[in-house]
C-alpha cells in the first residue's frame, strides 16, 4: 500500500506557473505507476498526466497541450508537475494516484490509491 500527500497548489495569475509535488510513502514506489488528475467543480475527475514506473514514459491529456510536465524520482518517492501558462480553466483541485502497475496510464480505474488533493486557482 502507498499514501499519498499534495503539495504545491495555492493562486496564480493566467500564463503563470505552478510546479505540484506528491510524496508517496510505503513500500516500493518505483513498482507503481503514477498520475495526475483534476476536478473542477461541476465537473467530472479527468486526467492530467501519467507516468510509468522508471518515468521514461508518459502521457498527458489533451488539453494540457505542451503545457504541463510530469516527472518522478524514485530514489525521494515524489512525482511533481510542472504547470506553466496556467488558464482559468485549469482551476481545480489536483490529486496525485498511484497504480499496481509499472506502465503508464490514463484510465483512472487503473490507479488504486488517491492523495486528497491540492487546490490550484488560477485568476487574476
Known amino acids: 500500500q502507498v499514501q499519498l500527500v499534495e503539495s504545491g497548489g495555492g493562486l496564480v495569475q493566467p500564463g503563470g506557473s505552478l510546479t505540484l509535488s506528491c510524496a508517496a510513502s510505503g513500500r516500493a514506489f518505483n513498482m507503481y505507476a503514477m498520475g495526475w488528475f483534476r476536478q473542477a467543480p461541476g465537473k467530472e475527475r479527468e486526467i492530467v498526466a501519467g507516468i510509468n514506473w522508471s518515468g521514461g514514459t508518459t502521457y498527458y491529456g489533451d488539453f494540457v497541450k505542451g503545457r504541463f510536465l510530469i516527472s518522478r524520482d524514485n530514489a525521494r518517492n515524489m512525482v511533481y508537475l510542472q504547470m506553466n501558462r496556467l488558464r482559468p480553466e485549469d482551476t481545480a483541485v489536483y490529486y496525485c494516484?498511484?497504480?499496481?502497475?509499472?506502465?503508464?496510464?490514463?484510465?483512472?480505474?487503473?490507479?488504486?490509491?488517491w492523495g486528497q488533493g491540492t487546490q490550484v486557482t488560477v485568476s487574476s
Open positions: 494516484a498511484a497504480a499496481e502497475r509499472s506502465a503508464a496510464t490514463m484510465i483512472g480505474n487503473d490507479y488504486h490509491y
